[in-house]
């Protein structure tokens, strides 16, 4: 078998060299540089253990921290090098590792430095994405808490000649640079809406009617109003059956198909239907409240679930799931759950239909729902294109390393 990834530039046709960490680079630990409380400029730069775990953690281009210690006292870098935590949770956090391209930076003592000739940014893509399950079992049994160097510098490694280092180097940075393009894509628009629901629900941005003309001012009305309670209680079940959850802090709905019926005590079961809103009152305090999905329809839940539709002359689901959202509604859902810690604060079913809500007319809810539901295709869109984008630079990694 030759030592050759399987993902390869045509233009390399070399094999691959095998050896340790320490046959290619040695390690060494940061020094004491605690966090300072002076301003930038009149302090030295420095990197802590906690700053390995920002979202793209491979390479550290901008400095967070300084400190203001002695320069006798601390370890600097030349620029180029692998950043190890030496203190973790679990096995897999010894494997977060970061490149440090910056010289004249202190390293933190909680930090072990793998200082090599190679590239340093190809040893970092190569730990972060082929090495993980090897650190981690380096410190299974082990003292979890504090990893040694020592335990790494035996670790098996292949790598290429350094011009074939920095052609994968470059192809994974450009990925990286797109997965930042779609987080902060996606950062701005959640952001966005939030400052744009803000601004609706506060009535700062007002809309108008097709003729131009602003909309009737909003009303305060109850709950009961506007949403009616609708059990269709069934049998319990013979065989297993879709049974449907609510997570906490609006979070929507989830599903846990083949559920067994002999596992839960009640008679009585009730089904869910497509744009009901479903409330679960054992964790109401905790915002576990939802509009239910169209793949949720016909599940069950529990009398524990109490699920309500809408009279559409005065409310419309989509714009009253942006309601439920609200800090303002989710404390309101707190105070009528009274009691103590988890279970035991139950949701009064009474008091949430006497909860009230300044709500605009039908045509208004619906040019807001519109709006928001807009910006909501372009959060989902951003979604799925950073996703697929780290599922793509998962597949590469795999490939392109041995």
Not at 46 to 69: A, P, Q
Not at 84 to 100: Q, T, W
Not at 244 to 257: A, D, L, W, Y
Request: proline share 4%; charged share 25%.
């Amino acid at each position: 078998m030759s030592n050759v990834p399987k993902l390869r530039f045509e233009e390399f046709k070399e094999e691959w060299n095998s050896g340790t960490l320490k046959d290619f680079g040695y390690f060494y630990y940061g020094k004491n540089a605690p966090k300072s409380s002076v301003t930038e400029d009149a302090s030295t730069p420095c990197v802590r253990y906690g700053e390995l775990y920002s979202t793209y953690n491979e390479y550290i281009n901008k400095i967070k921290s300084f400190t203001n210690m002695d320069s006798k006292s601390l370890k600097f870098s030349k620029g180029g090098e692998v950043l190890v935590p030496r203190v973790g949770e679990n096995p897999l956090d010894f494997a977060n590792c970061s490149y440090l391209p910056i010289p004249n930076v202190a390293i933190g003592e909680m930090i072990s430095v793998y200082n090599t000739e190679e590239n340093g940014l190809f040893f970092t893509y190569y730990i972060n994405g082929m090495l993980k399950k090897e650190f981690a079992r380096v410190v299974e049994g082990g003292n979890v808490s504090n990893l040694y160097f020592r335990y790494l510098e035996n670790i098996n490694v292949s790598i290429p000649l350094k011009l074939e280092q920095q052609k994968i180097v470059s192809f994974l940075t450009s990925t990286d640079t797109k997965l930042e393009q779609f987080n902060n894509k996606l950062k701005l628009l959640k952001e966005y809406k939030a400052g744009l629901i803000q601004k609706i629900f506060s009535q700062e941005i007002k809309f108008k009617n097709n003729d131009g003309k602003e909309f009737e001012k909003w009303k305060e009305i109850e709950l009961s109003k506007f949403l009616i309670i609708t059990l269709r209680e069934l049998p319990k079940p013979n065989e297993n059956y879709l049974a449907i959850g609510v997570r906490s802090h609006c979070k929507g709905t989830f599903q846990k198909p083949n559920s067994k019926p002999h596992k839960i005590a009640m008679d009585k079961l009730y089904q869910v239907k497509e744009n009901d809103l479903i409330v679960s009152i054992t964790f109401a305090w905790e915002s576990a409240i939802a509009i239910v999905k169209k793949e949720d329809e016909n599940g069950l839940v529990s009398h524990r679930f109490p699920t309500y539709t809408f009279n559409k002359k005065l409310a419309t689901v989509d714009f009253f799931r942006y309601i439920i959202m609200q800090k303002k509604f989710r404390y309101m859902l707190e105070l009528i759950s009274p009691g103590g810690a988890g279970r035991n604060r139950v949701l009064s079913k009474k008091d949430f239909l006497k909860l009230k809500w300044n709500m605009p007319c039908i045509e208004e809810q619906e040019k807001i729902a519109d709006l928001l539901s807009s910006i909501d295709k372009k959060i989902e869109l951003a979604t799925i294109q950073l996703n697929q984008t780290k599922e793509f630079k998962k597949a590469l990694l795999q490939g392109m390393f041995i």
